[in-house]
């Protein structure tokens, strides 16, 4: 797998229930951001890991919205309570933190909240 | 607080001729520009980028302009082509070693064959 890689593509919900979602960076990068775009907008920072260090939780909008990365490589999105103003596409990218500023993106998960 | 902005949301142009994307950015912090292409039902594929001490980056069809005193920069496609049809995105940030990046809105390029 070259690439960055998500899971569900897509995923539809309830309001008021809990969804998680996956992120698979590139192997080997160190940094991992999490992105929402909401239909019409452009792309909102959410949350950004680097190695070891504490994440940088500033974009996230509530405190419904959680993400972890566990040994460094995958992360997990969960959002608890879902709301419809959640409903947008939530994109993985990764980066290989070495000074190279570009980040690589993941498709996508098409979240819709009901 | 839209601090990159896109005005156009979209853009049309003929095969064969310039497409010219403009960005305009309020941060004067923002050292680090990024072009980002997507096609639907994709993630945002890198294209070009430049750095604050240069004003202009070339990769074959795309070159990038920044225009630090205006805060403003523009990605040329020459010649367009129909597969160049895509939402554009640029995206900016400050610093090296961190890397967040704050987008603009988004347009979308259509090239007729």
């Known amino acids: 797998g070259a690439g960055v890689s998500q899971s569900p593509s897509n995923k539809v919900t309830e309001k008021g229930k809990d969804v998680e979602l996956r992120c698979d960076p590139i192997?080997?990068?160190?940094?991992l951001y999490w992105y929402r775009q909401s239909l019409g907008q452009g792309l909102e920072f959410l949350i950004y890991?680097?190695?070891?260090?504490?994440?940088?939780k500033s974009g996230l909008p509530s405190d419904r919205f959680s993400a972890e990365r566990t040994g460094g490589s995958v992360s997990t999105l969960t959002i608890q309570r879902t709301q419809q103003e959640d409903s947008a596409v939530y994109l993985c990218?990764?980066?290989?933190?070495?000074?190279?500023?570009?980040?690589?993106f993941g498709p996508g998960t098409r979240l819709l909240v009901l | 607080d839209q601090q990159v902005k896109q005005n156009s949301p979209s853009l049309s142009v003929q095969e064969g001729r310039i497409s010219i994307l403009n960005c305009d950015y309020t941060?004067?912090?923002?050292?680090?520009f990024l072009w980002y292409k997507k096609y639907p039902a994709e993630g945002p594929t890198f294209l070009i980028s430049?750095?604050?001490?240069?004003d202009k980056n070339e990769d074959g069809r795309f070159t990038v302009f920044l225009n630090k005193s205006a805060k403003h920069l523009s990605l040329h496609i020459v010649p367009s082509q129909p597969g160049d049809s895509a939402v554009y995105f640029c995206?900016?940030?400050?610093?090296?070693?961190?890397?967040?990046?704050?987008f603009g809105q988004g347009t979308i390029l259509t090239v007729h064959p």
């Open positions: 990218a990764s980066r290989d933190g070495g000074g190279q500023e570009t980040q690589y």
């Open positions: 192997s080997g990068h160190t940094a």
């Open positions: 890991f680097q190695g070891n260090s504490a994440p940088d």
């Open positions: 941060n004067s912090m923002f050292d680090y």
């Open positions: 430049i750095s604050s001490i240069k």
């Open positions: 995206a900016a940030s400050k610093g090296t070693s961190y890397g967040k990046l704050t």
